[in-house]
C-alpha cells in the first residue's frame, strides 16, 4: 500500500526557507508518477503548488512568483519543497500527493496525511 | 490563469436528500475536471476523474458530468458519511492545477 508522510519545522521565521520532506513507501520515487505538493491555509481552500516527476521535469504555480522549488532525492525515496521568503500567508497545512503518469486522470489518488507550517517571529 | 467557482459556497441538506454541487470554469478545460472529498483535519480524497468516473472504491451515489466550462458533482442520496467539504479541480496545459473555493454540505 502507497503511503506518503509529509516531515519538516512546524515553525519558520519570516523572510526565511520553509523546507518540507515526503517521504515515500510502498512505491518507488522512480516510478513514473507526478509528485505534488498542495497546500491550505486555516480555514480556507487549497492551493496547488507544483508537482515534479523522476526526471526532474517539474511544473508550477505562477501565483508563488518562482519562491517554489520541488525536488526528488531518488536514494532516499522522498522528494522535498523549499518555498523561500515566506511571509505569514505562507501559514498552511502542506499535502504532498501522487498521480500515475500517462494514467489520464490528471487527479491526485494518494494524499499524505498534511503538516501544518506557521510563519511566526 | 484558469478560475474555478462553485456553487453554492455551503449546502444544507438531509439523510437521503439528492445534493448537486456546480463548479464553472472561466475557460474551456474540455473534461479535465475533478472532484474531491475533505473532512475535517483530514486530506482530501480523490471521487470522480476526467469529471465523471468514478476513482475505484468511491460508492455509486456518487456521480459526475460536464464539459467545457460547466460541471456538477451530484449525491443521489446523502448519507450521514457525505457531510465534508466538496472541491473542483480542473487542469490545463498551460497553468496546469488549481481548485474551487470549495462547497460545504452540512446537515440540515
Known amino acids: 500500500q502507497v503511503q506518503l508522510q509529509e516531515s519538516g519545522p512546524g515553525l519558520v521565521k519570516p523572510s526565511g526557507t520553509l523546507s518540507l520532506t515526503c517521504d515515500v513507501s510502498?512505491?518507488?520515487?522512480?516510478?513514473?508518477?507526478?509528485w505534488a505538493w498542495v497546500r491550505q491555509p486555516p480555514g480556507k481552500g487549497l492551493e496547488w503548488i507544483g508537482e515534479i516527476h523522476h526526471s526532474g521535469r517539474a511544473n508550477y504555480n505562477t501565483s508563488l512568483k518562482s519562491r517554489a522549488t520541488i525536488s526528488v532525492d531518488s536514494f532516499k525515496n522522498q522528494f522535498s519543497l523549499q518555498l523561500s521568503s515566506v511571509i505569514a500567508a505562507d501559514t498552511a497545512v502542506y499535502y504532498c500527493?501522487?498521480?500515475?503518469f500517462g494514467d489520464g486522470k490528471y487527479a491526485y489518488d494518494i494524499w499524505g496525511q498534511g503538516t501544518m507550517v506557521t510563519v511566526s517571529s | 490563469d484558469t478560475q474555478l467557482t462553485q456553487s453554492p459556497s455551503t449546502l444544507s441538506a438531509s439523510v437521503g436528500d439528492r445534493v448537486t454541487i456546480t463548479c464553472r470554469a472561466t475557460e474551456n478545460i474540455n473534461n479535465f475536471l475533478a472532484w474531491y472529498q475533505q473532512k475535517p483535519g483530514k486530506a482530501p480524497k480523490l471521487l470522480i476523474y476526467r469529471a465523471s468516473p468514478l476513482e475505484s472504491g468511491v460508492p455509486s451515489r456518487f456521480s459526475g458530468s460536464g464539459s467545457g466550462t460547466e460541471f456538477t458533482l451530484t449525491i443521489s442520496s446523502l448519507q450521514p458519511d457525505d457531510f465534508a467539504t466538496y472541491y473542483c479541480q480542473q487542469y490545463n496545459r498551460y497553468s496546469f492545477y488549481s481548485f474551487g473555493q470549495g462547497t460545504k454540505v452540512e446537515i440540515k
Open positions: 500527493a501522487s498521480q500515475l
Open positions: 510502498g512505491d518507488s520515487i522512480s516510478r513514473n508518477k507526478w
